[in-house]
């Protein structure tokens, strides 16, 4: 079975720092990606980063990046710069073996003023 | 069309009722995908569609949900006997292909309220 756990369900951080969400995985495949995505107020999913787990080279995005582990399964989301606008939902997924995507339970994230 | 659209945004209905819910998906996306939000939990898998046929319905809660899509386009979930369980929020995604890394766009979503 394929899982996603986002043992975080809210984080708060200061604008202007730095904040890490995490996400583990457990799939038997060799073959998969991984994704972050924001859900703001408007409920609209917007993808933030992907990761192809064949790749050793972690991905950036601007103010986002992640730190991918492989052997643990381990795929963290780094947020620079948190800015308020940054205040949503997060939810870290996996795509493996199939078209589906396997979603965690989300992480609440609040930057305050 | 521009993005993903979804239509009612927000649904109250009463216990025992039909409700059908619609996708309107981005133009020239194959793939489609039904998913369900419940309060404090991830997004549950409902349904695939890729063109007008569903290979995979395994999310399909019970016998009271169903989904088509026509014209390779639009689709409709309904559901129905509605029970209070079923209040959640129900996303709606398209793709270009189903390929593993191709992005999904998702909808705003039709917020379901069972009274």
């Known amino acids: 079975a394929q899982t996603v756990t986002q043992s975080q369900p809210e984080m708060s951080v200061q604008e202007a720092e730095t904040v890490t969400l995490s996400c583990t995985y457990d799939t038997s495949e060799n073959n998969y990606y991984l994704f972050w995505y924001k859900q703001p107020p408007s409920r609209q999913m917007i993808l933030v980063i992907r990761?192809?787990?064949?790749?050793?080279q972690n991905a950036t995005e601007n103010r986002f990046s992640v730190n991918f582990q492989k052997a643990a399964k381990s795929f963290s989301l780094k947020i620079s710069d948190s800015q308020l606008g940054d205040t949503a939902m997060y939810f870290c997924a996996l795509v493996a073996g199939t078209y589906k995507y396997i979603f965690g339970t989300g992480t609440r994230l609040k930057v305050l003023a | 069309g521009a993005g993903v659209s979804q239509s009612p945004s927000n649904k109250v209905t009463e216990k025992g009722k039909d409700v059908e819910l619609r996708c309107d998906p981005i133009s020239g996306h194959t793939a489609l995908y039904w998913y369900r939000q419940s309060l404090g939990q991830g997004l549950e898998f409902l349904i695939y569609?890729?063109?007008?046929?569903?290979?995979?319905k395994s999310g399909l809660p019970s016998d009271r949900f169903s989904a088509e899509r026509t014209g390779g386009s639009v689709s409709t979930l309904t559901i129905q006997r509605t029970q209070q369980e079923d209040s959640a929020v129900y996303l709606c995604a398209s793709s270009f292909s189903q390929i593993m890394n191709t992005e999904a766009f998702f909808g705003q979503g039709t917020r379901l309220t069972v009274v």
């Open positions: 990761q192809e787990a064949y790749k050793q």
């Open positions: 569609f890729q063109g007008n046929s569903a290979p995979d």
